[in-house]
């Protein structure tokens, strides 16, 4: 995959795209994409540049946010996180605001604020005093580094400890400390994932009385663009966590908030400047995910990775054209259909299920939207013309690295607050075509699969079925599988946050469901430390349900469609040469198994159950065929043994 985007970016392969003749935006398209991967490519350039653009971007908000003082002046603040938000960094401290679907009218766009703030990402890193530590060193590093009276682009020398300047060590020793606190009022993670507890409507004044701490009205209109009003409620994901931040804020310095504030600027654009300016926090995420120091990534595949980070809708017009040809489109949208077909089937032999909620459930299947390859509106990435139009205001400089991505982040920030009173699109889809990955959307009832997806080893239009339903039929239905999942389900048909079940029929489904949190809680792996680590079976609940209901529907229409068809006259089913000893049946499951086939190192397990609703890779293979009859029948289980146990879990 990356290497079919970097023929696009990268012309001196000779294998770039060619324009249309007389198609002037196709042209200036191109040049766009191409003068942004050329100046991440700039290496001597960008370390020519240092770390002075960041420099001047970290003194805006030390002179915008004084340190003086024993209390926050509120206007100061306010104004302040606005600035840190329209930078469109990484985290933006305290707070994230953006614009998103309104859960009461789909239709609509509201302004939402969750938690944020925290550098090491999940409150639970800030129990480890080992990895704190590391953090807090961290810190200190990169303070001395972009502050410190040394430019360290030209040192022959790694900084040692014993380099840093007190004021740098004692500033990272507030930062840490501050985190630790934010990470104490942090909600917990199952109350940010539940949409009943994390959906809460807030007027202006009602945000005043909980955090008076921080002038809502100036925040609010420091963010939004000329000419944008907020009309409606604002959504909170945690009113209870606005109390406790305001409590925090009243008790520290404006000292602490302003080394804060400008740890998140460093932390957010470091990866802007050249190498040496960002050794530490190069470090810090090998020591989270357990990566091996000292390996450099080859830059192309950086600078494919920004560019794709930047202006993915734009790489994806050409990587569309080069991949997403023939029927692919077509094969896939039959998939999707017969795997919509096979819920609809078996809705009415679920017998918990009572008349009410099943009629409910099947309204709201015939409502979903399907987006498969790209999408096709705001922008339609298949229009030059449009994608000019949408990228129109964003100016990319073939020798400005630093400036193209913080004008890229800003531009994209701007544009989220630009669209707040704009109808939501329901064929924009939300992934870049290039995206190996699917998405199901409870606001907007639609199921999405960009054309990255739709590639080999995933789906091949040559592939027989049972390979195709094995791995792209158990995505679709996955994907279907979340609108019924435990927080898909409480959104109705036409993705309004509303409960269209019985509580009869609800309460079978949680009391189905706790089956899937005891099973995977059991589950574990060995972290870095040797000791065992448990899957958390609640956080990854939504996952579990997806990924079990939708092998099932994917088999059983799989099945239908070879027992129509015996002689395979309609449908692909012939043998793969060489594969022979096994049946179809069990290289169904294989294909599955591949999918997810990866290797993984035991601090990057650690961090994915910590940060993630997703299991491990291992457990949504092993997880999902022991609760398959299928599975077992297909390779002979005995009952009883650890791939085919007595007791297995069923929802859908």
Not at 55 to 77: H, N
Not at 450 to 457: D, F, V
């Amino acid at each position: 995959m990356p290497e079919i985007i970097h023929a696009i970016l990268d012309p001196s392969l000779g294998k770039a795209p060619k324009t249309t003749p007389g198609d002037i935006a196709d042209q200036n398209n191109l040049k766009k994409l191409q003068d942004f991967f050329a100046s991440c490519m700039n290496e001597d350039a960008i370390l020519r540049a240092g770390r002075k653009l960041l420099m001047d971007e970290v003194q805006k908000i030390i002179q915008a946010f004084p340190a003086s003082g024993l209390r926050a002046d509120k206007t100061i603040l306010s104004k302040t996180l606005s600035q840190i938000v329209q930078l469109g960094l990484g985290t933006s401290g305290l707070l994230g605001i953006y614009a998103g679907t309104s859960p009461a009218d789909p239709r609509i766009r509201v302004l939402n604020i969750n938690e944020d703030g925290l550098g090491l990402g999940s409150s639970e890193k800030y129990q480890d005093g080992e990895m704190t530590g590391v953090y807090r060193s961290t810190v200190a590093f990169m303070f001395q580094i972009i502050l410190g009276d040394e430019d360290v682009g030209n040192r022959t020398q790694p900084l040692r400890l014993t380099d840093i300047k007190q004021e740098w060590l004692d500033a990272a020793k507030d930062i840490v400390n501050f985190e630790i606190q934010l990470a104490a009022i942090a909600t917990p993670a199952a109350d940010l994932y539940d949409p009943v507890k994390s959906i809460n409507t807030r007027t202006i004044e009602e945000l005043a009385a909980m955090t008076p701490s921080i002038n809502w009205s100036l925040l609010i209109q420091e963010l939004l663009p000329a000419g944008v009003k907020n009309t409606h409620p604002i959504l909170v994901s945690s009113p209870s966590y606005l109390t406790r931040l305001d409590t925090l804020l009243q008790n520290t310095t404006p000292k602490i908030l302003q080394r804060y504030f400008t740890w998140i600027v460093i932390q957010g654009l470091s990866s802007h400047v050249a190498e040496p300016y960002q050794q530490p926090l190069i470090y810090l995420r090998s020591v989270r995910t357990g990566g091996s120091t000292g390996v450099t990534t080859e830059r192309w595949k950086t600078c494919v990775a920004t560019v794709n980070k930047n202006m993915g809708q734009l790489v994806g017009h050409y990587f569309v054209q080069e991949t997403f040809k023939g029927n692919s489109r077509k094969d896939v949208m039959t998939i999707v259909d017969n795997i919509l077909d096979s819920y609809s089937k078996n809705f009415p032999t679920i017998e918990w299920l009572d008349q009410t909620t099943r009629d409910g459930a099947i309204k709201k299947l015939e409502a979903i939207a399907r987006l498969v390859g790209y999408s096709t509106s705001s922008p339609d990435v298949a229009s030059t013309k449009s994608l000019e139009d949408y990228y129109k205001d964003l100016v990319i400089a073939s020798d400005d690295y630093f400036g193209n991505q913080l004008r890229s982040s800003t531009w994209s920030t701007k544009g989220n607050f630009e669209s707040l009173p704009f109808p939501v699109d329901r064929n924009s889809m939300p992934l870049v075509p290039q995206t190996v990955n699917a998405y199901y959307s409870p606001t907007t009832n639609t199921i999405n699969f960009p054309a990255g997806i739709l590639q080999p080893p995933f789906f091949h239009a040559d592939n027989p079925e049972y390979i195709n339903y094995g791995s792209m039929g158990v995505v679709g239905g996955h994907e279907i599988g979340h609108a019924f999942d435990n927080t898909g389900r409480k959104y109705d048909s036409l993705g309004r946050l509303a409960n269209w079940w019985t509580n009869a029929t609800s309460q079978a489904f949680e009391d189905k469901a706790q089956c899937y949190v005891n099973q995977y809680s059991n589950f574990t792996f060995k972290g870095p430390d040797g000791k065992d680590y448990n899957v958390d079976g609640q956080r990854t609940l939504g996952e579990n349900l997806a990924d079990n209901g939708g092998i099932k529907m994917a088999f059983h229409i799989w099945q239908n469609r070879v027992k129509s068809d015996p002689y395979g006259r309609k449908f692909k089913n012939f043998k793969l040469p060489g594969l022979d000893k096994y049946t179809p049946e069990q290289l169904f499951f294989v294909s599955y198994g591949r999918f997810w086939c990866n290797k993984m190192r035991p601090e990057a397990l650690v961090h994915m159950v910590l940060n993630e609703n997703h299991s491990p890779a291992k457990w949504r293979i092993n997880g999902v065929a022991q609760n398959s009859p299928d599975f077992a029948k297909a390779f002979s289980c005995p009952a009883g043994s650890p791939m085919n146990p007595a007791t297995k879990c069923e929802v859908w």
